[in-house]
Structure formats: structure tokens, C-alpha cells
């Protein structure tokens, strides 16, 4: 049974630069959501997908961006990076959108 | 706002030692918590969750207590071993919408 899936594992950007990162859910979840951890902090919610919708977005700029495909996968956008978008970013699943969450191993972003 | 606090920030125990992590949320209007695992530069793995209306759940060594009314949850480790090593995050799901609020996570070294 496949957990979450994101690729890529560690991706190195230049400030300005624009960034793709993908999420595949669980087997079984339509549910996906993103999260940026900073070094020593917990998680930040960033938006949720469901039904191909964004159903909820968390205090990020516009520079972040997503999208939810008719399999349930997802992939986040970033845009015009900044060094502080350098963290890991995280994608979970659920089945339904207030169950319990699965995550994944997430993407180290590192913008120069 | 809902805020997530964790204490202690920092844990130091010999293996085989019974300890008790603590979470604390300003908003008792919570759908459901939830307490997870990180490894170093890793994802999150989930240990358990907590509906609202429970009062505790159990899985092997680990047993999470809620007390919803006074906003706080414990996450009881018995017999501690030195693979327990990791940082400990504690989530709750607000009672409307979906974004999961994280606390900072409390850092667990289990020395031989």
C-alpha cells in the first residue's frame, strides 16, 4: 500500500526562479493538503484540495499557487522564490477533508 | 486563532524511562488532534489520533490522553528506547475548517 509520494526529494533554486513540487496521495485519499516547515518550527498550512478545488488556503502570498488533478494528485507552484521560501514542504491525504492525515517525506527546497 | 504549545521544547531521558509529552491549545472548539513523529530532515508519521468525543487512544507503548475542556493533551511514552528519538509533534484540526495547527514539537533524545 503506497503512502504519499512527492518528488522530488531535494530540488536547489535561484532566487526568481519559479518551482514545481508533486504530491501522489495515498491509495484511497482525495484529499490533499500542503504545508511548509521552516528549520525548528512546526508545519504551515498553505491550501487544501478537494474535488479539484482549492477549499482553503492558509496566510501565504499569491506567489504560491496549486493544483489538483482528476487522479487526486497535486502539485504546489511557487513563483518569483525568495530566500526565505528555503524549507521543507510537506504533502498529506486524507479521505474527506477532516480525517486523519497521512504525510509524506516531503521536498527540501533550498533557494540561493 | 488557534495556538499549539508544546512542552517541553527539549527532552533528555535514559532508555527505559516513562515520560509524558504535553500539548496545549488555546480553542477547545477542535474537531479532532492528532500526534506525530519526525526523524531528522524527514516527513511526519502519524502515531495516533483523537477524535473529539474520545478521551484517549492507545497503540503498543504509546497512549494519548485529550481533555478538551481544558485544552491539553498528554502522549505518555512507557518504557522509553533509544529508536523513541525524534521530534514529537502535536496537531489539532479546528472545529471549522481544515487546515491542522501545529505546535513547535518537543525534541526527544533517548540516551543507551
Known amino acids: 500500500d503506497a503512502g504519499v509520494t512527492q518528488s522530488p526529494t531535494h530540488l536547489i533554486k535561484t532566487r526568481g526562479q519559479q518551482v514545481t513540487l508533486r504530491c501522489s496521495p495515498k491509495?484511497?485519499?482525495?484529499?490533499v493538503s500542503w504545508y511548509q516547515q521552516a528549520l525548528g518550527q512546526g508545519p504551515q498550512f498553505i491550501f487544501q484540495y478537494y474535488e479539484e478545488e482549492e477549499r482553503q488556503r492558509g496566510n501565504f502570498p499569491d506567489r504560491f499557487s496549486g493544483h489538483q488533478f482528476p487522479n487526486y494528485s497535486s502539485e504546489l507552484n511557487v513563483n518569483a522564490l525568495l530566500l526565505g521560501d528555503s524549507a521543507l514542504y510537506l504533502c498529506a491525504s486524507s479521505l474527506g477533508q477532516r480525517r486523519g492525515y497521512t504525510f509524506g517525506s516531503g521536498t527540501r527546497l533550498t533557494v540561493v | 486563532k488557534q495556538e499549539v504549545t508544546q512542552i517541553p521544547a527539549a527532552l533528555s531521558v535514559p532508555e527505559g524511562e516513562n515520560l509524558v509529552l504535553n500539548c496545549s491549545f488555546t480553542d477547545s472548539a477542535i474537531y479532532n488532534l492528532q500526534w506525530f513523529r519526525q526523524d531528522p530532515g524527514k516527513g511526519l508519521t502519524s502515531l495516533l489520533l483523537i477524535q473529539s468525543s474520545q478521551r484517549e487512544q492507545t497503540s503498543g507503548r504509546l497512549n494519548a490522553s485529550l481533555d478538551k475542556s481544558s485544552g491539553r493533551s498528554t502522549l505518555y511514552i512507557a518504557a522509553s528506547q533509544p529508536g523513541d528519538s525524534a521530534t514529537y509533534l502535536c496537531?489539532?484540526?479546528?472545529?471549522?475548517?481544515?487546515?491542522?495547527?501545529f505546535g513547535k514539537g518537543t525534541s526527544l533524545l533517548v540516551t543507551p
Open positions: 496537531a489539532v484540526t479546528p472545529g471549522s475548517g481544515y487546515a491542522l495547527n
Open positions: 491509495s484511497g485519499h482525495d484529499t
